[in-house]
């Protein structure tokens, strides 16, 4: 599985536009990267899935360059509610060769009023 | 509502006593897996589960053992437990799709404390 290095915490204000980068330099081509978030004493909770380009979905948006040796998450106005962990994982999926998830330490976000 | 339930959600308990966790899904997933959680050491999985009847060890499957004899239940069995298995504990499951990245769903956690 692909090592993947993440700020340990950020800092930002309610309203702001938020972005993580996850760099993940030896991911492999079968290799999906996907970014989970947890409150505390809470399971994980999937945000959003991609593979190359850009995908937006109702609450997040992940953009991944050509080379997709780095993952950039970014939260839109973000509110009191978005402090959290926020993982970024890189692997092939279940049905290629996968069989784990391997959650780092994650970036620690706290958001103020 | 799709989920994942566990029970109990705590648990205290003393060296020795063998313990169950239950975890059950309703959404049809085939893949099932245990997750444990410690500070500093982020989530490390158990054992997991590709369908009824096929189980694998994940990175700390020691003292740990699990069966899968129905699609929705995979149980966690701590036969004695330890001080050092005091942690919280995470089922997830996923449903096996070909040609794309998958999406875990997890459960609320157990969090066991062995005395």
């Known amino acids: 599985l692909a090592k993947t290095t993440q700020p340990i915490s950020m800092d930002s204000y309610e309203g702001q536009e938020v972005n993580i980068t996850c760099s993940h330099n030896n991911i492999a081509t079968n290799d999906y990267i996907t970014w989970y978030q947890q409150f505390p004493s809470q399971g994980p909770r999937f945000i959003i899935q991609g593979y190359k380009t850009k995908v937006t979905n109702e609450v997040a948006s992940l953009f991944i360059p050509a080379d997709r040796k780095s993952s950039t998450l970014s939260l839109p106005r973000v509110s009191l509610s978005d402090t959290a962990v926020y993982y970024c994982l890189v692997g092939p999926s279940l049905t290629g060769g996968g069989n784990k998830l391997t959650f780092g330490t994650g970036t620690q976000l706290k958001v103020e009023l | 509502e799709a989920q994942v339930t566990q029970n109990p959600r705590y648990l205290i308990t003393v060296t020795g006593k063998k313990l169950t966790v239950t975890c059950s899904q309703n959404?049809?997933?085939?893949?099932m897996s245990w997750y444990r959680q410690d500070p500093g050491l982020g989530l490390r999985q158990i054992y997991y589960s590709m369908n009824v009847e096929v189980t694998d060890k994940g990175d700390v499957p020691e003292g740990y053992k699990v069966s899968r004899k129905e699609k929705r239940n995979f149980p966690l069995i701590l036969e004695s437990p330890s001080p050092n298995q005091t942690s919280l504990y995470f089922c997830?499951?996923?449903?096996?799709?070909?040609?794309?990245?998958?999406?875990?769903?997890f459960g609320p956690g157990t969090r066991l404390t062995v005395l």
């Open positions: 959404m049809n997933h085939e893949y």
């Open positions: 997830a499951s996923s449903l096996l799709t070909s040609g794309r990245g998958d999406t875990q769903y």
